[in-house]
């Protein structure tokens, strides 16, 4: 694969791999900002990032097999501009600390693989119904501009309803934080679906299609899945992918991002996502191993679909200790204190653990 025509990439990010660009920044860096500037986004890549012109297309294809064909000027003239803040985040987020209890497969990511952005563009819903599709069980994107590691194209699907309801805030997105999207993000266009893991956001997005199977895409049939703990090997994976769901909503989760110690307080502040049941309603902290929570301050939320950052203050601690945190969601779901272990190293959201 072709690395050469890259566009420069942020130098705030750390690298996990350089081909394709995978990097993240700290998760310290993060929570400083309710909404991610753009060079702390983290890139997650399965091939080298192209740059488009604007003779970019995106094409819808519908069952009466007429391909309609958008250019993204049109795009924008056609259909009102949507606003959503939503949080991305890769299914691979603290695969590190899930690599503490067996090896896993995948990026060694840790914390920072996640960005709370304003996302802009044109509902999914809209598009849709324009086009005219019928209805059918999934909604397939592709993007075939791009290639990837293990198939030339990359694709995602999610299923009708997620796409066609208005509440479900599905975009096909040109601009990210009001700016236009970078070609590290997609440009000039991806999809944003939020409460669903980063690998269905499909970037350079350039073809949707309406049918009633999931995407055939290596990425959403051979990956992306939570495997039981008993299948350790590739080997034993290999019959077993599509015996299982692929992934969709995010796991409630919520991260420690730093500790810091005064005379005999520790400050504490952290983020947290939302999982499948509604976004989150407190965090809270232990500093002996659950036997009692403390609660924290929420110092942002925004809508339904955005992350929660959080902080808090805890007097009376010793020398030095582990400080853990869970999330609590509307409907009073907890965030679970292990995660469980799966080979590929995915949905990681045992209790957040920081020290001091
Ligand atoms: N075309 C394409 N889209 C893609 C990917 C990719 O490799 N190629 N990676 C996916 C994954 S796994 C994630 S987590 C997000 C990352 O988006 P970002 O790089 O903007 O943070 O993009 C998704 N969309
Ligand atoms: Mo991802």
Partial sequence: MDYSNEPPHSPLLDIQEKRPFNAEPSAAALVEFPLTPEDLVYC????????????????????????????????????PKAQIVAVLQCAGLRRNEMGLVKPVHGVAWRDGVTANCKWGGVRLCDLLKYSGVQEA???CFSSYATLCQDEEYYGASIPWEKAIREDEDVL??????????????????????????????????????ISDEESPNYYQQRDY????????????????????????????????AYVQRSSNSIFVKGYGIPGPTGNITAVE?????????????????????SWTLWEAEL??????????????????????????????????????????
Wanted: proline share 5%.
């Fill in 44 to 79: 997650r890549n399965h091939g080298p990032v192209r740059e488009f012109d604007d003779t970019y297309q995106l094409t819808v294809k519908t069952d009466k097999n007429e391909d309609i064909k958008f250019s993204v000027s049109q795009l924008t003239t056609l259909f």
């Fill in 137 to 139: 069980h999934h909604v």
């Fill in 172 to 209: 096909i997105a040109y601009e990210m934080n009001d700016e236009p999207l970078s070609p590290d993000h997609g440009a000039p266009l991806r999809v944003v679906v939020p409460g669903y893991l980063g690998a269905r956001w499909v970037k350079w997005i350039d073809s949707i299609l």
């Fill in 225 to 256: 899945k939570i495997l039981p703990p008993s299948v350790e090997t590739k080997a034993a994976a290999k019959s077993l992918w599509s015996k299982y769901p692929s992934m969709t909503a995010l796991s409630l989760n919520s991260v420690i």
């Fill in 285 to 305: 902290l232990t500093t002996d191993s659950g036997a009692t929570w403390h609660s924290s301050r929420i110092i942002y939320r925004e809508g339904k679909w």
């Fill in 315 to 356: 007097f009376g601690v010793g020398e030095g200790g582990t400080v853990h945190s869970r999330a609590i969601d509307a409907l009073g779901n907890v965030q679970p204190r292990e995660g469980l272990w799966n080979l590929r190293g995915v949905a990681f959201n045992g209790w957040g653990v920081g020290h001091w």
